[in-house]
C-alpha cells in the first residue's frame, strides 16, 4: 500500500543547529516527493520538491532534502535553523497525476 | 493578494446545520482539492476537481459535498454537520500540466457543536 511515514512527531533543537527531518515512502513507481511548511494558523507553503535528476534538491528559506531510493527516503535537512523555522512539517508523495499521499507531519519547536 | 483565498477562516456551527466553505483562486489552474486535516493525521482529500464537469470522490467523502461553479471556484458543503466533522479544511489548486505541485489556501478552522 501507498503510504508516507515521518516518523518523529515532535522534534525540538536550539536555534543555530543543524536539523534533519526524516520522511520514509512506500510507492511503487518513482515518485514525486515534495516537502511542506505549515506555520501557526498558516497554509501549506511549499519549501521544495523532487521529480527526477539531481538527488539533493535545494528549497526555499534554506532547506534542502535528498532523495534516496535504496532507503525509499527523502529527508529534509537545514545547516543552522532558525527561531522562525518552528512550524510544521508536511511530507508528501505525489501518487499519479493528482493524488497526493501526505505524511502526518513533524512539529519542530527551536530553542532560543 | 492571495492566489488561493478560502472563507470563511472560522467557523463554529451546530449539529445538524449545513455550511459551505468556499475556495477561490486566481492562478488559472484547472484542477481543485479540498482537504481535511486533523492532528496527527495529515491531510485527507475529501474531493478533487480537474475542470468544471469533472468532480470525484476522495478517500473521505462521506458527510460532504462539492460545487464546482466555474474554474476558479469549488465550494464544500457539509449537508447535516457533525461533531467528528471538526477539522481544519484546505482548499488547493494544480496545473493540469507540468508540475504536480499543489498550491494551498489558508485554511477553515471549522468546530461543529
Known amino acids: 500500500a501507498q503510504s508516507v511515514t515521518q516518523p518523529d512527531i515532535h522534534i525540538t533543537v536550539s536555534e543555530g543547529a543543524s536539523l534533519e527531518l526524516r520522511c520514509n515512502y512506500s510507492y511503487g513507481a518513482t515518485p514525486y516527493l515534495f516537502w511542506y511548511v505549515q506555520s501557526p494558523g498558516q497554509g501549506l507553503q511549499l519549501l521544495l520538491k523532487y521529480f527526477s535528476g539531481d538527488t539533493l534538491v535545494q528549497g526555499i528559506k534554506g532547506f534542502e532534502a535528498e532523495f534516496k531510493r535504496s532507503q525509499s527516503s527523502f529527508n529534509l535537512r537545514k545547516p543552522s535553523v532558525h527561531w522562525s523555522d518552528a512550524a510544521e512539517y508536511f511530507c508528501a508523495v505525489g501518487a499519479g497525476t493528482y493524488k497526493y499521499i501526505f505524511g502526518t507531519g513533524t512539529r519542530l519547536k527551536v530553542l532560543a | 493578494d492571495a492566489d488561493v483565498t478560502q472563507t470563511p477562516r472560522n467557523r463554529i456551527t451546530k449539529t445538524g446545520k449545513r455550511i459551505m466553505l468556499e475556495c477561490s483562486q486566481t492562478?488559472?489552474?484547472?484542477?481543485m482539492y479540498w482537504y481535511r486535516q486533523d492532528p496527527g493525521l495529515g491531510l485527507r482529500l475529501i474531493y478533487y476537481?480537474?475542470?468544471?464537469?469533472?468532480?470525484n470522490k476522495g478517500e473521505i467523502s462521506d458527510g460532504y459535498s462539492v460545487s464546482r461553479q466555474a474554474q476558479a471556484k469549488f465550494s464544500l458543503s457539509l449537508e447535516s454537520a457533525i461533531p467528528n466533522q471538526t477539522a481544519l479544511y484546505f482548499c488547493?489548486?494544480?496545473?493540469?500540466?507540468?508540475?504536480?505541485?499543489?498550491?494551498f489556501g489558508p485554511g477553515t478552522r471549522l468546530t461543529v457543536t
Open positions: 476537481s480537474f475542470d468544471v464537469k469533472d468532480i
Open positions: 488547493a489548486t494544480s496545473p493540469r500540466k507540468g508540475s504536480h505541485e499543489q498550491y
Open positions: 492562478k488559472g489552474h484547472d484542477r
